[in-house]
C-alpha cells in the first residue's frame, strides 16, 4: 500500500516537470488506503487516471487534507506553479466539477488548495495569472454561489503567510468578500501590488 503523503509529493513533482501524470503516478494512487484513493479519484480523473473507484461512494467522508490537497494536483496540472497557466473554460467547468464532488468537496478546498500553490511555488502575478484567478472566482461564485458563500473566510485570511507573494495577494483581492478583509490586510494586498501593472484594479477593488 502506497503512502498518501509519498504519493502526494511524487505526484506534485511530475505535475511541475511535466503537467502530466505517469503511468507509475497512476499506479501509485490505486495502491493508496480506500478511502485516500477515493478521495483523490475524481481529481486523478481530471488528470487522466482511470479506475473503478471514480464513482465509488466512500464508507465516510474524505478528509480535508485529502480534498486540498487533490485539488493542488489539479492545479498544478494548469502550470500554477508557473506565471504561464494554461485552461479555458471548459477545463475550468471540469475542474469546479471534480472538486465539489469529491466526498463533502467545496470552493474553500479549491481557494485553500489555490493560496498553497501560490505560496509554495510562487509563480509571478503575470497577466495570464491575474486573468486565470479572476475567471476561476468569478465561476465559484456565479455557478456555485452557496458553496462560495460557506467557504470560511477568516480561515483563508490566515492561511496567507506573512510575507504573501504577489498572486496570493490578487487572489484575495477578488476571492474574499470585503466584509472579511480586514485592514491589515487590505493595506497589505494595496502596498504589495502598488508596484505592479494591477495597482489601480487594487485600489478600485479596495474602495468598494
Known amino acids: 500500500m502506497t503512502d498518501t503523503t509519498t504519493f502526494i509529493r511524487q505526484a506534485e513533482l511530475e505535475l511541475c516537470n511535466t503537467r502530466t501524470i505517469g503511468s507509475s503516478t497512476c499506479q501509485a494512487w490505486d495502491n493508496l488506503s480506500g478511502e485516500a484513493r477515493t478521495a483523490f479519484a475524481r ?78 511555488y510562487s509563480p509571478e502575478l503575470s497577466k495570464p495569472m491575474a486573468a486565470f484567478i479572476k475567471d476561476l472566482v468569478v465561476r ?39 466584509q472579511f478583509v480586514p485592514a491589515q490586510l487590505a493595506d497589505t494586498i494595496a502596498k504589495g501590488l502598488e508596484a505592479t501593472a494591477f495597482r489601480d484594479e487594487a485600489v478600485s477593488t479596495l474602495a468598494v
Request: glycine share 6%.
Open 43 to 120: 481529481a486523478m480523473a481530471f488528470l487522466g487516471c482511470q479506475s473503478s473507484e471514480t464513482g465509488a461512494t466512500p464508507s465516510r467522508p474524505a478528509s480535508e487534507s485529502d480534498r486540498i490537497a487533490a485539488a493542488r494536483l489539479m492545479l498544478l496540472k494548469l502550470g500554477l506553479a508557473t506565471d504561464d497557466p494554461r485552461w479555458s473554460s471548459d477545463v475550468l467547468d471540469r475542474l469546479l466539477k471534480a472538486v465539489l464532488e469529491a466526498p463533502d468537496g467545496s470552493v474553500g478546498d479549491l481557494l485553500c488548495a489555490l493560496v498553497g500553490v501560490l505560496g509554495d
Open 140 to 178: 465559484c461564485f456565479t455557478r456555485h454561489q452557496r458553496s462560495y458563500e460557506s467557504v470560511n473566510w477568516r480561515r483563508l485570511v490566515e492561511s496567507l503567510s506573512s510575507n504573501p507573494t504577489k498572486a496570493q495577494l490578487y487572489l484575495a483581492l477578488h476571492a474574499i468578500p470585503p
